[in-house]
């Protein structure tokens, strides 16, 4: 069965830095892995999406990175901004289905 | 383009009453998925159709039931609802044709509140 945990759990930086966050998962058996931001009681906006065959995707100030053999993904903002602050989550996308299993997030807040 | 649409975005319902949540996808997607995420929670998959045919199930309740239309609209049909099942409810659409890793594309999501 796949999980998917997110460390950290939430996380405080200064605007400006450089800041990675980590998604590790159980089963390397993924189609793809996803990330997403959800800010306090709204919907989920894709960031990235990243295929099992590949290693990485960008988007303007965000990397994803995927590890299928290690079973890790991070996602590196380069300098952050206060309007960054969200939850953070990484979704894997399984061998056996074709539904997301989420992590439990980080909560991320840019100090102005 | 029009995004997944979910309607109605907010819903107040009384234990033990029924509720209709509807999922609108994207223009040519084939398959719709069903999330529940629940206060301070991550998301958590219910149910999905490909083609208008169940495709995977989760962690729904039997309490629940969902369908896909002719017109790849979804409908998720809750009865006899619990104060648990306040939550904020995701349909997520994709294209995929049979090959599971294109992209969801997430719904606004309705929030139902269960008094």
């Known amino acids: 069965k796949q999980e998917v945990t997110q460390i950290p759990a939430a996380l405080s930086v200064p605007e400006g830095e450089n800041l990675v966050l980590n998604c590790s998962f159980t089963?390397?058996?993924?189609?793809?892995l996803q990330w997403f931001r959800q800010d306090p009681g709204k919907g989920l906006t894709s960031l990235l999406l990243?295929?099992?065959?590949?290693r990485e995707q960008t988007s303007g100030r965000l990397n994803a990175s995927l590890d299928k053999s290690s079973g890790r993904s991070t996602l590196y903002i380069a300098a952050s901004q206060p309007g960054d602050s969200a939850t953070y989550l990484c979704?894997?996308?399984?061998?056996?289905?074709?539904?997301?299993?989420f992590g439990t997030g980080t909560l991320l807040a840019v100090q102005p | 383009a029009a995004g997944v649409i979910q309607s109605p975005r907010h819903l107040i319902k009384e234990k033990r009453e029924t509720a209709t949540l509807k999922c609108y996808p994207i223009?040519?997607?084939?398959?719709v998925y069903w999330y529940q995420q629940g206060p301070g929670q991550d998301p958590q998959f219910l149910i999905s159709?490909?083609?208008?045919?169940?495709?995977d199930k989760g962690s729904i309740p039997d309490r629940f039931s969902a369908q896909q239309f002719s017109d790849y609209h979804s409908e998720l049909n809750m009865s006899s609802l619990e104060l648990g099942d306040s939550a904020l409810y995701f349909c997520?659409?994709?294209?995929?044709?049979?090959?599971?890793?294109?992209?969801?594309?997430f719904g606004p999501g309705t929030r139902l509140t269960v008094l």
């Open positions: 997520a659409s994709s294209d995929t044709g049979g090959f599971w890793y294109n992209e969801q594309f």
């Open positions: 159709f490909y083609e208008k045919m169940q495709s």
């Open positions: 223009s040519r997607h084939d398959t």
């Open positions: 089963d390397s058996a993924i189609y793809n």
């Open positions: 979704a894997a996308r399984g061998g056996a289905t074709n539904k997301l299993i």
């Open positions: 990243i295929q099992s065959s590949q």
